[in-house]
């Protein structure tokens, strides 16, 4: 038997195109659905990219689509990345 879950999930969306922020390379990613991305390298310039202050992954700071925890309006991976120490 299906629960709401399992609706939000269908509606849920697995990818997400990142912007380069650098130089606006685009690539289109899929999500994992139970980790953060926190870090991720430009194909295109070799920037490293990471979580903007309040963001919890690279995805939401630079993705047309927030992750998935965040789609459903959930803790995602904890809480959220605030400044570094």
Known sequence: MTGES????EKMELQSTLTCPHCARAE??????DACVVVHLCAGCG??????VGDCCVFCSYGDVPCPPVQLASDCCGGRIDEAP
């Open 28 to 33: 289109t990613l899929d999500m994992p659905q």
């Open 47 to 52: 920037a490293r990219l990471t979580p903007k």
């Open 6 to 9: 399992s609706d939000a999930e």
